[in-house]
């Protein structure tokens, strides 16, 4: 089993920049695909970002938003910068052991309890 839990969300302004981190369990870490999804208020949970050895976004955060991992660490990272009022959202951290990078929240196996972003304008 995967235990993971976020931290680093908060309030931050427009065009500010925040990171969060994704802390993980598990002796198997490096082999899992990790991804970051949000959910926003009236809406679905929409895949991010993930990550194994290459690197994938969503368009609405490709160029502002880096995925990163550092397995010495059991940790996952997104920096977020340039931020914007509509990235606002419960932001997870999840994995999954298939060895390929998935977009959609049901081929994720493990997930954190989400942490809160909002930026305001």
């Known amino acids: 089993q995967v235990q993971l839990v976020e931290s680093g969300g908060g309030l931050v302004q427009a065009g500010g920049s925040l990171r969060l981190s994704c802390a993980a369990s598990?002796?198997?870490?490096?082999?899992?695909?990790m991804g970051w999804f949000r959910q926003a208020p009236g809406k679905e949970r929409e895949f991010v970002a993930g990550i194994r050895w290459s690197t994938y976004y969503a368009d609405s955060v490709k160029g502002r938003f880096t995925i990163s991992r550092d397995n010495a660490k059991n940790t996952v990272y997104l920096q977020m910068n340039s931020l914007k009022p509509e990235d606002t959202a419960v932001y997870y951290c999840?994995?999954?052991?298939?060895?390929?990078?998935?977009?959609?929240?049901?081929?994720?196996?493990?997930w954190g309890q989400g942490t809160q972003v909002t930026v305001s304008s």
């Open positions: 598990g002796r198997t870490f490096s082999t899992y695909v």
């Open positions: 999840a994995a999954k052991l298939r060895a390929v990078i998935g977009t959609t929240a049901r081929e994720y196996d493990y």
